[in-house]
């Protein structure tokens, strides 16, 4: 008991600790060593930045840091553009740091494109969060047809008897009207089974196949919907930022998220049977399995989740 009450202690001191030297570093440390190594270099802290790190996520999330730690407005708002003002608010910032470009050529241009990555991710959550909360409509015709054309990709040689059907089943939907089975990631949800299924239709069918397994078989559309609800918390929680910033050099668009679905979808399958669950009651427990797995990966400055097909044996 003495141990464990010693243990917690010591744990609220080095946390103690640990604020205080941030909230030092931050106030009064931080600035004070950005001055000298400006006076020592020549270079503010952005060019450093620029100058030191190749391009990805190490440089760009420093770049971040540095502007959302600064105390000028100008930086701080260069969070928070549009791609149309970007240009001119670069113009802003080199003013504001006093920049002399002819001696720095390439900073604008590397800063530019941190920019992109940075505000381009904003938007594009913001995408991806107007797409869950578009509810699938059955009277839409696109939405319908969007639901058709994954009946067959998936199963191009069963004919569907109807809309709503027992055959819905065959390809993992729980009842006989999977508009019920969006309700959680509404239409960003058929749209990464369907882009799954267009752009790796022969990845998209094995794993299918994997899922009507007899023994470590799965529902094929449920996980799937599960998967999206994952993309969408890692990237709500900024935790796919480095997995962008490695792989898209601009600004992020909607097809990157659904290739990072494309890639948990591919991946979770060849967990789950590497696993060999006993049953589909352990989901969860595999599921967050899964999640811690691949939350660690995105913790590498490095990291590039691309899907990545094996050829079946």
């Given at each position: 008991?003495?141990?464990?009450?010693?243990h917690?202690?010591?744990?609220?001191?080095?946390?103690?600790?640990?604020?205080?030297?941030?909230?030092?570093?931050?106030?009064?440390?931080?600035?004070?060593?950005k001055?000298?190594?400006?006076?020592?270099?020549?270079?503010c802290?952005?060019q450093?930045?620029?100058?030191?790190?190749?391009?990805?996520?190490?440089?760009?999330?420093?770049?971040?840091?540095?502007?959302?730690?600064?105390?000028?407005?100008?930086?701080?708002a260069?969070?928070?553009?549009?791609?149309?003002?970007?240009?001119?608010?670069?113009?802003?910032?080199?003013?504001?740091?006093?920049?002399?470009?002819?001696?720095?050529?390439t900073?604008?241009?590397?800063?530019?494109q941190?920019?992109?990555?940075?505000?381009?991710?904003?938007?594009?959550?913001?995408?991806?969060?107007?797409?869950?909360?578009?509810?699938?409509?059955?009277?839409?015709?696109?939405h319908?047809?969007?639901?058709?054309?994954?009946?067959?990709?998936?199963?191009?040689?069963?004919?569907?008897?109807?809309?709503v059907?027992?055959q819905?089943?065959?390809?993992?939907?729980?009842?006989?009207?999977p508009?019920?089975?969006?309700?959680?990631?509404?239409?960003?949800?058929?749209?990464?089974?369907?882009?799954?299924?267009?752009?790796?239709?022969?990845?998209?069918?094995?794993?299918?196949?994997?899922?009507?397994?007899?023994?470590?078989?799965?529902?094929y559309a449920?996980?799937?919907?599960?998967?999206?609800?994952?993309?969408?918390?890692?990237?709500?929680?900024?935790?796919?930022?480095?997995?962008?910033?490695?792989?898209?050099s601009?600004?992020?668009?909607?097809?990157?998220?659904?290739?990072f679905?494309?890639?948990?979808?591919y991946?979770?399958?060849?967990?789950?049977?590497?696993?060999?669950?006993?049953?589909?009651?352990?989901?969860?427990?595999?599921?967050?399995?899964?999640?811690?797995?691949?939350k660690?990966?995105?913790?590498?400055p490095?990291v590039?989740?691309?899907?990545?097909?094996?050829?079946?044996?």
């Amino acid at each position: 008991m003495r141990t464990n009450l010693n243990h917690f202690r010591a744990t609220r001191l080095l946390r103690m600790l640990g604020y205080i030297w941030q909230c030092f570093y931050s106030s009064c440390l931080r600035f004070w060593l950005k001055w000298f190594l400006r006076l020592v270099t020549g270079r503010c802290e952005l060019q450093r930045i620029c100058a030191q790190c190749k391009a990805g996520a190490l440089r760009t999330a420093q770049i971040e840091y540095s502007l959302k730690s600064s105390k000028s407005r100008v930086l701080r708002a260069a969070l928070s553009l549009k791609e149309n003002d970007l240009d001119d608010h670069l113009a802003q910032i080199i003013q504001e740091k006093r920049i002399k470009e002819q001696k720095d050529p390439t900073f604008k241009v590397n800063l530019r494109q941190c920019l992109l990555q940075i505000n381009g991710y904003d938007e594009l959550f913001e995408a991806v969060e107007e797409l869950r909360k578009q509810v699938f409509d059955s009277e839409n015709e696109e939405h319908k047809n969007m639901l058709l054309k994954l009946w067959d990709l998936l199963m191009p040689s069963v004919k569907l008897e109807s809309r709503v059907t027992k055959q819905w089943g065959n390809i993992g939907f729980q009842g006989d009207d999977p508009k019920t089975d969006f309700r959680g990631m509404g239409m960003l949800g058929l749209t990464n089974l369907l882009f799954f299924s267009e752009n790796y239709t022969d990845a998209a069918r094995q794993v299918l196949s994997h899922a009507n397994h007899p023994t470590l078989g799965y529902s094929y559309a449920i996980v799937g919907i599960n998967l999206t609800e994952m993309a969408y918390s890692l990237m709500k929680s900024d935790a796919l930022k480095p997995h962008f910033y490695n792989t898209v050099s601009g600004k992020p668009q909607m097809q990157h998220f659904h290739h990072f679905y494309c890639y948990l979808a591919y991946e979770f399958d060849k967990f789950w049977l590497e696993e060999e669950p006993e049953s589909i009651m352990e989901f969860n427990r595999y599921r967050e399995k899964f999640h811690d797995k691949v939350k660690g990966q995105l913790q590498m400055p490095e990291v590039t989740l691309i899907m990545t097909v094996d050829q079946e044996k």
